[in-house]
């Protein structure tokens, strides 16, 4: 088993190479520990056990346990509604709970996305404060609370500020005071900056036009991305979910179950907890992924299995790692085969077609080839699409947070149909990539403003085609290319993070003069914008 983990990992050794660390636990015994690929380049460091990374959105499940232990110590109940602890958080006319932050249940819009949609970009310095300053000034929210998932930092921003007050200590030493210190999670702990010296702490690397480039942030992080672990620490959390050693504290107790939704169906999602299913197993875990790393744990109960793979490239898929490190793993017995590689030809065929657009939403779609696997992007965010028959239908295999299946069909004509998780249907058809309906497209030049974001967005003419120039908070930013899909529907091509967002505007008008559009992005829809008159 170790040589064929090995071998799969092996691409991550080669000289000058950032890396990971993975490990395998099953039973509560160690079956493999080990770093691949350098922790810092300049150095020649390697990745091992010890090494430190940023665990970006794992660090959800922490913060989720606090605000349990708050509960048991009778500071709040997470049926309390989110505006008795933090009165200064709008009325959106339904209780919002803090169950419904923990469960990405609330319908907040993102507080990253919000600070993206102003043309603030990840290196620039935000503190925790200016982003619960943008939530508070979200008039709706994406549903009514407890209707739908849609994942979302904002709730966790929420979270970490409520634990302050409560507990009147700040996160991070209640963190290491009531979690990390009793689990012995000596090389774990908040790190609100990069900037700021963790001993043993790897350097984070992105792949970029062919080379490497070292990346991290200037945001403040808190407990919706903020913290930092070694392998060997990740082995200590893991190894006491359903144990019964820290009962307490047991993850798989009190945050690991789906939460209903009050539509009927389930979130695939706990508290900080994924809740999913592989090769017919239920599987649970998280993932993270911020400027330079990328993690994810891997946990199969039925089977007392834990797969965990921390990164310092983005070049890593740390999802799809673990689960091809367990199937390697002998004796696990999964009652269904691995997945197969889609045909290449298909998948191809695919990709060239888009991008796609939902004619209701006007959200965009763009699906790719993923190391011989069938990748899409949806708002930016992606997700791989799984096929063990060769028919029409798809599952989501990793990622697409809200989205649970797909429908390809290339006859009679070629569309994609999304099955969300709260049981809504999107319907995607591919369209001309770059601008269309060229003698409409002045109707769309002008400024205009969202009260929300603070920003003005201004529409201008390039050629033959649109661009958007967000002036935000920072000032202006580079201009976006925009795409004209269907009348009055436009996608912004924003890129992010290393990532390009296809964010959708779908444009009013008043007596066939256009007052304004609302922005639907991936986890922040209904943002208003008017047109502004000289």
């Not at 984070?204 to 930092?228: I, K």
Request: with cysteine; net charge neutral.
């Amino acid at each position: 088993m170790i040589a064929a983990v090995d071998a799969l990992l092996e691409r991550w050794t080669r000289p000058g190479s950032p890396g990971c660390a993975v490990a395998i636990v099953r039973d509560g015994e160690v079956l493999h520990q080990r770093g691949y690929g350098l922790a810092h380049v300049e150095l020649d460091l390697p990745n091992a056990p010890d090494t430190v990374f940023r665990i970006a959105s794992i660090s959800k499940q922490f913060t989720c346990l606090a605000v349990l232990l708050l509960a048991r110590d009778g500071k709040l109940s997470v049926e309390d509604e989110v505006r008795r602890h933090l009165p200064e958080l709008p009325d959106y006319g339904a209780p919002l709970r803090i169950r419904h932050l923990m469960s990405s249940t609330g319908g907040l819009r993102d507080s990253l996305e919000a600070f993206r949609l102003t043309g603030i970009t990840l290196m620039d310095r935000r503190s925790v404060a200016e982003m619960l300053a943008i939530i508070l000034r979200q008039e709706a929210t994406n549903f009514p609370p407890g209707s739908a998932y849609l994942y979302s930092n904002a709730g966790y921003v929420l979270l970490s500020i409520l634990i302050e007050r409560l507990s009147g200590i700040s996160l991070r030493a209640f963190l290491d005071a009531r979690i990390f210190r009793p689990l012995g999670m000596a090389s774990t702990a908040l790190l609100p900056y990069d900037a700021e010296p963790f001993p043993r702490r790897a350097q984070g690397y992105a792949p970029v036009d062919g080379a490497l480039w070292r990346t991290g942030s200037g945001f403040e992080l808190c407990g919706e991305g903020g913290m930092v672990s070694s392998l060997e620490d990740m082995i200590r959390w893991t190894g006491i979910w359903g144990s019964g050693t820290h009962p307490e504290i047991d993850p798989l107790t009190h945050l690991a179950d789906p939460v209903p939704l009050t539509g009927g169906g389930h979130a695939r999602y706990g508290y900080g907890f994924m809740v999913e299913r592989y090769r017919g197993l239920s599987a649970l875990g998280h993932s993270g992924l911020l400027p330079g790393f990328t993690s994810n744990i891997l946990h199969i109960p039925e089977r007392r299995l834990s797969v965990i793979c921390l990164s310092n490239s983005l070049g890593v898929n740390a999802y799809l790692t673990t689960r091809l490190v367990a199937d390697l793993v002998p004796g696990i017995d999964f009652p269904e085969p691995p997945l197969a590689l889609p045909d290449p030809a298909l998948v191809s065929r695919l990709a060239k077609a888009g991008p796609y657009v939902d004619e209701e939403s006007g959200a965009a779609l763009t699906l790719s080839d993923v190391e011989g696997r069938l990748g899409a992007t949806r708002f930016g965010t992606p997700f791989t699409l799984a096929n063990s028959d060769g028919g029409t239908a798809y599952t989501v295999f990793q990622g697409g947070y809200d989205v649970v299946s797909a429908e390809i069909a290339e006859a009679p004509s070629l569309s994609i149909r999304l099955t969300r998780v709260d049981g809504g249907v999107e319907t995607y058809r591919p369209v001309a990539s770059g601008p269309t309906g060229a003698e409409n497209l002045s109707d769309y030049v002008g400024r205009y403003r969202s009260a929300e974001l603070m920003s003005d967005w201004v529409i201008e003419r390039t050629g033959d085609g649109l661009a958007v120039r967000i002036e935000g908070p920072r000032g202006p930013a580079l201009p976006c290319p925009l795409d004209a899909t269907r009348p009055d529907m436009i996608t912004a091509r924003i890129g992010w993070f290393g990532a390009q967002f296809r964010d959708a505007l779908r444009f009013q008008r008043k007596d066939g003069r256009i007052t304004g559009f609302t922005l639907n992005a991936g986890r922040s829809r209904g943002i208003r914008f008017v047109a502004v008159t000289n």
